[in-house]
């Protein structure tokens, strides 16, 4: 079967005992621009799983229990995860799997889902993977090479730090060279975050809330035809977005400079709070990524560089 990026049908089935599950979020980010992932298993003994169980749960992974019938139960997780990968081939639309594993038991898994015409991806950690498996699978990723934690222990999800979607979405799609389109970037951001939508952040479009956004560059198309907006990541804003966008920050303070033109000029707080919105897409500041005018300062400095917020005044400096 042959099927472009982004249609894929995907289970992505996790071998729990076998495998850390610290870089979860990474691989789910990765694999979001193969299509619609319609399983997502991990099989262990959940009586053991800690915060390990809740990290699954916030990813909407559904925990498969398994009894461990012997002292050992080594096999108990991987026999179930064969059972169930082994239905699916049979009986659901599932063209891509996703086995996270590194254990060479899986091997004949993995070949008899390539030789019924499916995709295979492999996931597991680097040191503990079997050099058969890695070459057996279409593509495998090596999950310890992207942790955040930097350890062996497995985080709460609320101890690591959390990239903006966008940036997440943006990793996941781009292509070789760094960039993707527009139409493309949504729907990426809508497999990550089925909630998001930009018309709840203030936006009329979708390029309008690129375009207001500090960790991305956007292009238009040039010429009078139709055509998608391409984006790519700014230097220094690959984590979240430390380098606030200097052309955001230069179209406010020219709108701004026109109710205060010189040194010590003021203006009513509403009133840069409203140009701002303007600048940014927004209706209003507090609908905007910044919240109010003491964030947008602290976001950009290159605005805060000729301007003061005192009270409700904002001021030339």
């Known amino acids: 079967m042959s099927q472009s990026s982004g249609d894929r049908q995907v289970a992505v089935l996790i071998d729990d005992e076998n495998v850390s599950v610290g870089s979860v979020e990474w691989l789910f ?26 990290q699954l749960l916030e990813f909407g992974i559904e925990p498969v229990h398994v009894f461990q019938a012997s002292s050992s139960g080594k096999n108990a997780s991987d026999i179930r995860l064969a059972i169930d990968a082994i239905d699916l081939l049979y009986s659901s639309p599932v063209d891509t799997f996703v086995i996270v594993s590194g254990d060479a038991d899986f091997l004949p898994l993995v070949n008899k ?20 498996l890695v070459k057996a699978c279409d593509r495998y990723y090596y999950l310890d090479k992207h942790e955040e934690s930097g350890g062996e222990s497995k985080p709460r999800p609320k101890e690591r730090p959390r990239r903006s979607l966008l940036v997440r979405a943006v990793r996941a799609s781009m292509d070789a060279e ?7 970037l949504h729907a990426t951001m809508q497999r990550l975050d089925p909630s998001f939508d930009f018309r709840d952040r203030g936006f009329n479009s979708f390029t309008a809330f690129l375009e207001a956004a500090s960790d991305v560059r956007v292009t238009r198309p040039s010429g009078q035809g139709q055509g998608d907006v391409v984006i790519e990541l700014r230097r220094g804003g690959q984590d979240g977005g430390a380098q606030k966008n200097p052309s955001v920050a230069s179209r406010i303070d020219a709108e701004w400079s026109k109710r205060a033109p010189s040194r010590g ?28 005018l003491q964030r947008l300062l602290d976001a950009m400095p290159e605005l805060a560089k000729n301007w003061r917020r005192a009270g409700n005044v904002i001021s030339r400096k």
């Open 265 to 292: 000029n003021t203006m009513p707080g509403a009133v840069a709070a409203g140009e701002a919105a303007k600048v940014l897409g927004a209706s209003k500041l507090s609908d905007s990524e910044h919240k109010n």
């Open 29 to 54: 980010d990765r694999i979001s621009n193969l299509g619609r992932i319609l399983i997502r298993r991990a099989y262990s003994d959940w009586s053991k799983g800690g915060n390990v169980r809740d």
């Open 178 to 184: 760094g960039k993707v389109t527009g139409s493309r």
């Open 113 to 132: 889902l390539r030789s019924s015409g499916k995709m295979v991806i492999g996931a597991g950690r680097q040191k503990s993977t079997s050099a058969t």
